[in-house]
């Protein structure tokens, strides 16, 4: 007794003072000096009346008694008793204890023994050695509380599971089950807990990119950077080094960015031993702009003398350029940054500093205009570069942008700029930087066009001879292209049968496409090849130098001019029968035919009808022109019909009469922002904002899409979707009127496509959504808004009738969820539903698997079929008041009619007797009006959005575990 009064009194002592070293001491001696089973049985009913005593979960005094239970038998482990018993048959006997125990009801003692277990193996010293046996136990334990349904808990068996981790195992359960949770878990603690422990493998580093980065709250991101900043800096790709700085700066959190800014980027030059040039090694240059901004947050920790001094490692001393021998894609890039840093007013302040205000030193990064032309002609045109060549002409055609423009200087440029456009091994990439200095260089807009004019005539001179030679190429890819299809077509067929006629002209197809493109083949040299190559080079540039041209401020008022090259140069190439020119003349006619050009827009919008319908084009940037125009011009500047949902047969054929109709109908339900469908999407979300058209059947459709299971690859057409359905809710009065016309052909489309699990849809969350988007009450204005739901009841009763639908639960608790004010409801409207909701109910009682649903129409109908049956009587009254009153038979349930009757009364409609002896309720006859009221369909616009990458599509059930 006197024993156990010493172990209860040291846990005592040890809840006022926690586990001191001289209390871990004294239990130690009493362990020494005791027998096994004596000390066994005393400890842990002291220790076990801890877990179950009835204290808050966060009382200091049980939680020190507890560590100090963990401190004690985690020393006593290396210790054994009086008769000999090791201390670790104690630890044995405590884990079989708490297998038994762990799944108590109370959350608190489930907390408490996560609390022990991760005091224990904290306690433990690095000597301590658990059996495998023992540690299998103590993760199953821990596991199971993993997925406990209390998040406190969750968060305790965290700490406690991440020593138990296998740091040399990427395929460890442990690891495993944390980053299920660290990005699906839906507390906030628990997902930074594991963020903050969990093993850094590569496989969980590429986890916390994909999602934790994204994560909705503050913290998880915060701890998630943190874990970077001790990450070897070496094991990250340039490319996860890129996305760590571009999440971290464009987070919301002042503090997320403050520590990428003056911690992470300032550890990770440090690694670099504080050289600029291996840090933009690491990160690989691949995103310039990020590159460029890093580099200048750098620069913002160090003084701007020592910013210029960086210069000194690289510049020729004497011409303040780099040599040739020594110019590299890094030196380059920090040249331009400096540069770009230091600007004007920042070098005069170092001039004073140093006592040299003088142009001289003013100008020391920036050579003078035209030597450094001369520069960049003599690097590219006549240094043999190895590789980079192209990416160091972007740079210091970049860097050039930030000189003080002088006449001899601009000149210098222009013609470098004409001869690298014409120059064949230039691509595309120069054309940007080149427009930009033009705009520069050359001061009025004529001017500009004048100049791209002289580039596009020299270009007309060099291809012109080759023209032939590229529209063979392009007829030899269009009969390539073909044969394949046919191929394709042909081993199709063969698959069902081995001779039709159809087979057999197909086989005629193909054999004359062999021959011609055997014809084609034997024409081209591989001379011909070579100039064709460098002929579509130079053309796809000039294309490309009218297109950025036309975006500059300068020229858009220059309409005459910007017609004479459009339709004298470039209108032509839109006949070749090479698809790369074609698209490219499009793309850059684009922004003519879109400002003020509508006459020239009817012309081509037939250009773009017959492109989209043809092989191998680019339908992406083909339909975004058409919905532009379309939405810049309207629909009637083309005579296209905004009825889209006129049941006509169409040609497949793309014409100004089924063009709209014809493109809705390619959109399918499994779009995703790789496919051209996307843009259809897009586009038609543009038309319906801006009210150029209203279709049912395309709402209806592109809620189904909107509904379906998110992933990566729907990301961006989920985003437009919701953009598209927030702001038509919040600014078009009629939308609510629309959705509620959405509601039937939504349902009948699911069935029919049998669409549930195909795109993994949460019916019951649809529906709380659709009814919350047409109640009207998401308006700014509520007084404003257009009440649907008593629309939204008339169609649901119209399809209650139908025989083939199986969605009469949802359907009916649907009209019992309706806020429907049947005193303000519009007379005509509810004369409209009297007589359909009747039909509903006789159709119901005649039907004994639906009629348990006559309870909740009951409930929701009562008010208004009693007020209609008062007024009929009154009427009747007022038409005959002298009439002798005789009493008319009462309806029953299977006399009641379609017409109304002015003896028909509301309880006879519903035939009480009759549903004494039937189910009453619905499937489902929980009431749920409080999530009409909570809106919701605005919280799935917002915050799914915002968890979007957090995603996975089996998390729902994992959590509920």
């Known amino acids: 007794m006197i024993k156990n009064k010493v172990i209860i009194r040291l846990f ?63 020393v006593l482990t290396q210790f054994n008793s009086k ?40 306690s433990m010293s690095s000597e301590t050695v658990l059996s495998v046996e023992l540690c299998d136990v103590a993760i199953t334990i821990l596991l199971g509380r993993l997925k406990d349904i209390n998040a406190e808990v969750r968060v305790q068996a965290v700490h406690a599971l991440h020593r138990l981790q296998l740091p040399d195992n990427p395929k460890c359960k442990i690891v495993k089950k944390f980053m299920f949770h660290m990005t699906s878990d839906p507390c906030v603690e628990v997902r930074a807990s594991i963020v903050k422990e969990i093993a850094m493998f590569k496989i969980v580093v590429e986890e916390i990119l994909k999602y934790t980065l994204n994560d909705v709250n503050e913290s998880v991101r915060k701890e998630a950077h943190n874990r970077f900043l001790d990450y070897p800096f070496d094991q990250l790709s340039p490319k996860q080094r890129q996305e760590i700085v571009v999440y971290g700066l464009k987070d919301p959190s002042t503090n997320i960015n403050s520590f990428i800014k003056k911690q992470l980027l300032v550890k990770w030059l440090e690694n670099c031993n504080n050289d600029f040039e291996t840090l933009l090694k690491h990160m690989d240059l691949e995103n310039v702009s990020v590159c460029e901004q890093i580099v200048n947050i750098l620069f913002e920790s ?53 006592g040299q205000a003088s142009d001289d030193y003013i100008e020391v990064l920036l050579p003078d205009l035209v030597k450094f032309s001369d520069y960049i002609r003599e690097y590219f045109f006549n ?15 970049d860097f050039v942008s930030i000189f003080v423009m002088d006449d001899v200087g601009a000149a210098s440029l222009n013609k470098l700029c004409y001869n690298l456009i014409l120059y064949s091994e230039t691509s595309m990439k120069i054309i940007q930087p080149i427009t930009m200095l033009l705009n520069l260089t050359i001061k009025s807009g004529p001017d500009i066009l004048n100049y791209s004019k002289n580039i596009l005539n020299e270009i007309q001179t060099q291809t012109v001879n080759v023209l032939p030679l590229i529209d063979k190429v392009g007829t030899k890819m269009f009969l390539e292209n073909q044969i394949k299809v046919k191929t394709m077509q042909i081993k199709d067929i063969l698959e069902t049968e081995s001779d039709s006629e159809e087979l057999r002209m197909l086989i005629i197809e193909l054999n004359k496409m062999k021959k011609e493109l055997d014809i084609i083949n034997n024409m081209l040299t591989d001379d011909d090849k070579i100039l064709v190559e460098e002929a579509v080079n130079i053309l796809l540039k000039g294309f ?21 090259i459009i339709q004298n140069i470039v209108i032509d190439y839109l006949e070749c029968s090479l698809v790369t020119i074609r698209m490219d003349a499009l793309h850059c006619i684009a922004p003519y035919l879109l400002v003020n050009n509508l006459d020239t827009a009817k012309v081509h919008i037939f250009t773009l009808f017959r492109e989209i319908s043809r092989p191998m084009t680019n339908k992406h940037l083909l339909l975004q022109i058409l919905f532009e125009l379309l939405l810049t011009y309207g629909l009637k500047s083309f005579d296209i019909s905004d009825d889209i949902d006129a049941d006509h047969d169409y040609d497949d054929d793309f014409t100004v009469e089924n063009i709209l109709p014809l493109l809705a109908d390619s959109v399918d339900y499994e779009v995703n922002d790789r496919s051209f469908k996307s843009v259809i999407v897009e586009g038609f979300c543009n038309l319906i904002v801006f009210k150029k058209v209203e279709s049912i059947n395309v709402i209806s459709k592109f809620l189904i899409i909107w509904f379906k299971r998110l992933t990566h690859e729907t990301f961006n057409v989920y985003h437009i979707l919701m953009k598209c359905f927030t702001t038509y809710m919040f600014n078009i009065h009629s939308s609510s009127s629309t959705i509620a016309k959405c509601y039937v052909p939504i349902f009948k489309q699911i069935e029919e496509h049998k669409l549930i699990e195909k795109l993994g849809i949460d019916l019951d969350e649809m529906n709380t959504t659709l009814i919350n988007l047409c109640q009207g009450i998401i308006f700014k204005d509520e007084k404003m808004a257009n009440n649907a739901h008593g629309e939204l009841a008339g169609y649901i009763l119209d399809y209650l009738l139908d025989e083939d639908q199986p969605y009469t639960t949802i359907l009916v608790n ?18 409209t539903l009297i007589p359909k909701l009747k039909r509903v109910i006789k159709h119901m009682k005649s039907d004994k698997n639906r009629i348990k649903y006559l309870k909740k129409i009951k409930q929701k109908f009562d008010s208004i079929l009693q007020k209609e049956s008062h007024i009929r009587k009154r009427n009747d009254s007022e038409v005959n008041p002298k009439e002798t009153h005789v009493e008319q038979p009462k309806p029953t349930l299977f006399n009641c009619t379609d017409e109304p009757s002015s003896s028909a009364i509301h309880g006879d409609l519903f035939s009480q007797e009759h549903l004494e002896h039937t189910s009453l309720g619905s499937d489902n006859d929980e009431e749920s009006g409080d999530q009409c009221r909570n809106l919701s369909a605005m919280k799935r616009m917002s915050e799914v959005y915002k968890r979007s990458f957090n995603t996975k599509h089996d998390q729902s059930s994992s959590e509920s575990e």
């Not at 079989?96 to 991760?118: E, T, V």
């Open 12 to 74: 005592e002592k040890a809840g006022d003072i926690g586990p001191q070293p001289n209390l871990i001491k004294i239990i130690k001696t009493k362990f020494n000096a005791m027998d096994f089973n004596e000390f066994k049985t005393l400890f842990m009913e002291a220790m076990f009346s801890v877990f179950v005593s009835v204290t808050p979960m966060h009382c200091s005094v049980v939680n020190n008694m507890i560590k100090f239970a963990a401190h004690s038998l985690s």
């Open 83 to 122: 008769d000999g018993c090791s201390g670790m048959y104690l630890l044995t006997d405590f884990f079989r204890k708490c297998l038994q125990r762990i799944q108590s009801k109370s959350k608190i003692i489930r907390w408490r023994f996560c609390l022990f277990l991760n005091h224990l193996l904290n």
């Open 302 to 354: 160090i003084y701007d003398s020592q910013v210029l001094e960086l210069t000194n490692k690289f510049l020729n001393s004497e011409s303040r350029l780099i040599d040739f021998n020594q110019l590299t894609v890094e030196k380059i890039f920090l040249w331009k940054c400096i540069g770009k840093y230091l600007t004007f007013e920042k070098k005069i302040q170092l001039a004073n500093t140093e």
């Open 383 to 397: 240094y043999n570069a190895i590789e980079d060549k192209e990416f160091i002409l972007l740079q210091l055609l």
């Open 544 to 564: 490309e130098l009218v297109f950025q041209v036309q975006q500059l401020i300068k020229v858009s008022n220059e309409r005459s001019l910007v017609t004479d």
């Open 814 to 831: 649907t009209l019992h969820k309706l806020q429907i004010d049947f005193e303000c409801e519009n007379e005509l409207l509810k004369k």
